[in-house]
């Protein structure tokens, strides 16, 4: 299968790949923007219906307002409120700049994305398994004994 997507890329992308790459790199330039307009106070809404329905955080709550913290350069507040942030932002910034690299970049990109497909997926499946231990790491010590480790969520 891998073989078969590197005579892909070596015949140029089609249009409805080309398509999609436009669409998350268009997605992510919007966060990324909206990133740096908005308050790092949040907008003080409660958007998250785990949150609503359960009443207790979920393990995606304080990203949003963690990447617009990094955004705002509040590195440590962006870390309290989820340090899934980081990573996630650094994801962002690739998929914005991903469309305005040198056509010869991006294809070399492609290669080594699909030569090591596999190290990406184990690596995406860490992100999420990560993602939950830091939730129940949340749940569990930082709300049960009510330290002030991370920002109130």
């Not at 231990?133 to 010590?141: A, E, H, K, L, P």
């Amino acid at each position: 299968m891998a073989q078969d997507s590197e005579n892909d890329i070596k015949k140029g992308r089609t249009g409805r790949e080309r398509a999609i790459h436009m669409v998350f790199s268009a997605g992510a330039l919007c966060v990324l923007a909206l990133s740096f307009i908005l308050p790092v106070e949040g907008l003080f809404l409660n958007v998250c219906t785990f949150k609503a329905v359960s009443g207790f955080p979920c393990p995606g709550c304080g990203l949003t307002r963690s990447i617009i913290s990094i955004s705002h350069l509040h590195l440590l507040k962006a870390f309290r409120l989820n340090p899934m942030g980081f990573p996630i932002y650094s994801v962002i910034l690739f998929l914005s700049a991903y469309n305005f690299l040198p056509k010869a970049v991006r294809e070399r990109v492609d290669r080594f994305l699909i030569r090591h497909e596999r190290i990406w997926a184990i690596a995406g499946l860490s992100a999420v398994a990560l993602l939950i231990i830091i939730w129940i790491f949340r749940m569990i010590v930082v709300r049960g004994s009510h330290a002030p480790v991370l920002e109130e969520l």
